[in-house]
């Protein structure tokens, strides 16, 4: 059974950083790309970022890129979401997100997300 258990969310000033953590079991976490997406107050699910299994590429939305960095450790079954100078826009609900191959890049590319990590952006 897939699970992935989100970590690192929390409150930070506009301008501020938080990092993110996700570890993920239940399947080979090294054979299935990676990403971060967010749902904001009101508003649909986002896709953020992804990242390939083996680490050789990485792909941001416009609306992070820049700002946010992903990485992962394999050893580890784990994956993160560095994120700096953040924007009030930014407060959502960051879910974890397993893709359904070794690539991935949009929404559409990802198969299973956990419960999420609040990150509230304000003064």
């Known amino acids: 059974q897939v699970q992935l258990v989100e970590s690192g969310g929390g409150l930070a000033q506009p301008g501020g950083s938080l990092r993110l953590s996700c570890v993920a079991s239940?399947?080979?976490?090294?054979?299935?790309?990676m990403g971060w997406l967010r749902q904001a107050p009101g508003k649909g699910l986002e896709w953020v970022s992804a990242?390939?299994?083996?680490?050789?590429?990485?792909h941001y939305a416009d609306s992070v890129k820049g700002r946010f960095t992903i990485s992962r450790d394999n050893n580890k079954n784990t994956v993160y979401l560095q994120m700096n100078s953040l924007k009030p826009e930014d407060t959502a609900r960051y879910y974890c997100?397993?893709?359904?191959?070794?690539?991935?890049?949009?929404?559409?590319?990802?198969?299973?997300w956990g419960w999420g990590t609040q990150v509230t952006v304000s003064s």
């Open positions: 997100a397993k893709a359904k191959s070794p690539r991935a890049r949009g929404l559409h590319d990802f198969s299973s």
């Open positions: 239940g399947f080979t976490f090294s054979r299935h790309g």
């Open positions: 990242i390939h299994s083996d680490t050789s590429d990485t």
